[in-house]
C-alpha cells in the first residue's frame, strides 16, 4: 500500500500576470485575501533552510522552501507566511512537508501558516513549532476573513 502524500495531488497551474500559482485554491486565496489588500508582499520567494555541504566524498544538497504568499509590515519584517492546502491532514500536509516547515520556523522565527481556503474566508494552523493546533480536529483551526491578525493567533493557546 502507498502512504498518503501531499505530493501526488497536483493541481492544474494558474498563471496570472507576472506568477504561476501551483492551483486554483492557491491563485483564489491570492485574489481573495492578498491582492489590493495587503500593501508589501511575495508570491514564491525562495528561502534557504541549509546550503549545500561539500563532504570529501560526496555533497549533501541544499535545502530550500518556497511558501505560497509571504507578506511583510511596513518595516519589511515578515507578517506571514502561508502555504495553501487542501486540507490539514497527512493527506495534504505530508511529514516532509511538515519538516520544511519546521526548518523554517527554526531558521526564520515566524511558524508557516498552512490554509484552508473557504468562499467568504480561511482556516489557518500555524505549523513548524510545539504549539500546533491539533490537526485532527477542523475546528481547532483559526478561522479568519482577512490577514489582519498576529500569526501567534494560529498556534495552540
Not at 500500500?1 to 492557491?26: C, I, Q, R
Not at 549533501?60 to 515578515?78: E, F, H, L, R
Not at 476573513?145 to 501567534?152: E, K, L, P
Request: glycine share 4%.
Amino acid at each position: 500500500m502507498v502512504s498518503p502524500t501531499a505530493l501526488n495531488k497536483h493541481g492544474n497551474k494558474v498563471y496570472y500576470k507576472d506568477w504561476v500559482f501551483d492551483s486554483e485554491k492557491e491563485y483564489k486565496f491570492f485574489k481573495r485575501f492578498i491582492e489590493g489588500k495587503v500593501e508589501s508582499f511575495k508570491v514564491h520567494p525562495k528561502f534557504m533552510l541549509k546550503p549545500l555541504v561539500k563532504q570529501d566524498e560526496f555533497n549533501s544538497p541544499a535545502i530550500s522552501y518556497k511558501p505560497d504568499v509571504v507578506t511583510y509590515d511596513n518595516q519589511g519584517n515578515i507578517e506571514h507566511v502561508y502555504d495553501v492546502k487542501n486540507g490539514f491532514t497527512v493527506y495534504s500536509i505530508d511529514p516532509v512537508v511538515k519538516l520544511r516547515f519546521t526548518l523554517f520556523a527554526s531558521q526564520y522565527g515566524i511558524p508557516v501558516e498552512a490554509v484552508v481556503v473557504r468562499t467568504h474566508d480561511f482556516k489557518v494552523i500555524g505549523f513548524g513549532t510545539t504549539k500546533t493546533r491539533k490537526t485532527s480536529n477542523p475546528c481547532e483551526a483559526l478561522i479568519v476573513r482577512n490577514t489582519n491578525y498576529d500569526w501567534r493567533e494560529s498556534l495552540k493557546e
